[in-house]
């Protein structure tokens, strides 16, 4: 034992410490029997480190597990197994008190490890491309901060699947963590405005979305509504700053979507519902296309096209027409 330059008392340099300190590189490697011995072993040389015991806890929560996990065949079953239990073992931190426990990082580190390699053996050994799968080996990667590998995969999976919100929304976290705020905020727009309903907002954890979510949920919005009007608080608030036109296909099929919306919403009575908000996201994709393509083309052809478009805006949420416009004067 040591002070440090506050004259504070410290475990660096002794035996015992050192030792401890080398359990986290086998906790990390998975080999927890070997971290359980290492703890008792300090005990009984007379180690008083209160982070031993929620470790020792931890070690033998997942050794009472080992034999039941290698009953699955490896791949699917055995990465699914796993992920079922890592959300037990955060339930079991949190009913038996176990409190903070010291590098629990290093816990988590080793199980993805065997998840995410379960999901490559599972991948490996099928038949063809699953979209899906490759999609919870991104998130298994993201759990555990290894962000480029799960950009590699997603990237990899939009091969197959070229307009999946969930890929884009991913994508949009990965590169926000990855410093890359230009294809964060791309990513993240293309996937709201591409179907804003089939993102899992659970996994999307950046301040960006954050924020967001917190704008919707303020104005009363619940489940599936926060996710339709993300997009419109981002365009109102400039968020999503960064912008790309629609390639034809793109417009084409906007196009076309936004007619049978529009035709729904007229039909409609009191309650729109989701029309509303699915609706206004369609006319801004449009206006932010008609705005970035202006200057390519007859500006005066795109500006009353714009201007048609906030009118629409206008006589479905006049609130809403009132932010929207100054972004475009």
């Given at each position: 034992?040591?002070?440090?330059?506050?004259g504070?008392?410290?475990?660096?340099d002794?035996?015992?410490?050192?030792?401890?300190?080398?359990?986290?590189t086998l906790?990390?490697?998975?080999?927890?029997?070997?971290a359980?011995?290492?703890?008792?072993?300090?005990?009984?040389a007379?180690?008083?480190?209160?982070?031993?015991?929620?470790?020792?806890?931890?070690m033998?929560?997942?050794?009472s597990?080992?034999?039941?996990?290698?009953?699955?065949?490896?791949?699917?079953?055995?990465?699914?197994?796993l992920?079922?239990?890592?959300n037990?073992?955060?339930?079991?931190?949190?009913?038996?008190?176990?409190?903070?426990?010291?590098?629990?990082?290093?816990?988590?580190?080793?199980?993805?490890?065997?998840i995410?390699?379960?999901?490559?053996?599972?991948?490996?050994?099928a038949?063809?491309?699953?979209?899906?799968?490759l999609?919870?080996?991104?998130?298994?990667?993201?759990?555990?901060?290894?962000?480029?590998?799960?950009?590699d995969t997603?990237?990899?999976?939009?091969?197959?699947?070229?307009?999946?919100?969930?890929?884009?929304?991913?994508?949009?976290?990965?590169?926000?963590y990855?410093?890359?705020?230009?294809?964060?905020?791309?990513n993240?727009?293309?996937?709201?405005?591409?179907?804003?309903?089939?993102?899992?907002?659970?996994k999307?954890n950046?301040?960006?979305i954050?924020d967001?979510?917190?704008?919707?949920?303020?104005?009363?919005?619940i489940?599936?509504?926060?996710?339709?009007?993300?997009?419109?608080?981002a365009a109102?608030?400039?968020?999503?700053t960064?912008k790309?036109?629609?390639?034809?296909?793109?417009?084409?099929?906007?196009?076309?979507?936004?007619?049978?919306?529009?035709?729904?919403?007229?039909?409609?009575?009191?309650?729109?519902?989701?029309?509303?908000p699915?609706?206004?996201?369609?006319?801004?994709?449009?206006?932010?296309?008609y705005?970035?393509?202006?200057?390519?083309?007859?500006?005066?052809q795109?500006?009353?096209?714009?201007?048609?478009?906030?009118?629409?805006i206008?006589?479905?949420?006049?609130?809403v027409?009132n932010k929207?416009?100054?972004?475009?004067?």
């Amino acid at each position: 034992m040591q002070t440090d330059n506050n004259g504070q008392l410290t475990f660096d340099d002794t035996p015992l410490w050192n030792r401890f300190r080398e359990s986290f590189t086998l906790i990390q490697n998975g080999d927890f029997a070997k971290a359980l011995k290492n703890y008792n072993e300090l005990i009984a040389a007379g180690a008083d480190f209160p982070e031993i015991f929620p470790l020792m806890k931890c070690m033998k929560y997942w050794l009472s597990r080992l034999e039941k996990i290698d009953k699955y065949e490896p791949g699917n079953e055995r990465a699914y197994y796993l992920l079922s239990q890592w959300n037990t073992f955060e339930q079991f931190l949190e009913d038996k008190a176990v409190g903070h426990v010291e590098k629990l990082d290093y816990i988590k580190k080793a199980i993805y490890d065997k998840i995410t390699k379960n999901f490559i053996i599972e991948f490996q050994n099928a038949d063809m491309t699953n979209v899906d799968l490759l999609i919870n080996l991104a998130e298994a990667f993201i759990e555990i901060h290894d962000f480029q590998k799960a950009r590699d995969t997603l990237i990899y999976a939009l091969k197959f699947r070229h307009n999946d919100p969930m890929i884009f929304a991913l994508l949009g976290e990965i590169y926000y963590y990855l410093n890359d705020q230009k294809k964060s905020l791309l990513n993240y727009r293309k996937a709201f405005y591409t179907d804003a309903e089939q993102i899992d907002l659970a996994k999307l954890n950046s301040p960006v979305i954050n924020d967001l979510k917190l704008l919707a949920e303020e104005k009363g919005f619940i489940n599936k509504e926060i996710n339709l009007w993300i997009p419109i608080y981002a365009a109102l608030n400039n968020i999503f700053t960064y912008k790309e036109k629609l390639t034809a296909k793109e417009y084409h099929q906007l196009n076309k979507k936004t007619a049978k919306i529009e035709l729904k919403y007229n039909m409609a009575n009191k309650s729109k519902g989701r029309l509303e908000p699915l609706l206004i996201n369609y006319y801004i994709i449009l206006i932010d296309h008609y705005f970035i393509i202006q200057n390519e083309a007859d500006e005066n052809q795109f500006k009353q096209k714009i201007d048609t478009l906030l009118r629409k805006i206008k006589n479905i949420n006049e609130t809403v027409y009132n932010k929207l416009r100054i972004n475009y004067e």
